[in-house]
């Protein structure tokens, strides 16, 4: 079945960085979008980023160009997210996802920024 599972959050400052990371299993990893997505606390949920399967191409949040980038690792099935120039407002779950026949999320990883 299929399985996302997100780590790597945690407490950092304003200002500093974070990588999230997202394994991934039960699916054929490399034919399909990964997606990041976050929920303020309070909110409602915010795309974050995302990468294609072929070549790899990335689109971002205009909150996080610039700061984020997304990766991936066919060989892992891993999916990252490198989060610099962090700011308070990036504070929220971060979750990854992705489809298949049906749509897919884990259950997120904690990033508090002070």
């Known amino acids: 079945h299929v399985q996302l599972v997100e780590s790597g959050g945690g407490s950092v400052q304003a200002g500093g960085s974070l990588k999230l990371s997202c394994a991934a299993s039960g699916f054929t990893f490399s034919n399909n979008i990964i997606s990041w997505i976050r929920q303020h606390p309070g909110k409602e949920l915010e795309w974050v980023a995302n990468?294609?399967?072929?070549?790899?191409?990335?689109h971002y949040a205009d909150s996080v160009k610039g700061r984020f980038t997304i990766s991936r690792d066919n060989a892992q099935n891993t999916v990252s997210l490198q989060m610099d120039s962090l700011k308070s407002e990036d504070t929220a779950l971060y979750y990854c996802?992705?489809?298949?026949?049906?749509?897919?999320w884990g259950q997120g990883t904690q990033v508090t920024v002070s």
């Open positions: 990468i294609y399967a072929d070549y790899g191409a990335t």
């Open positions: 996802s992705t489809v298949t026949l049906f749509e897919y």
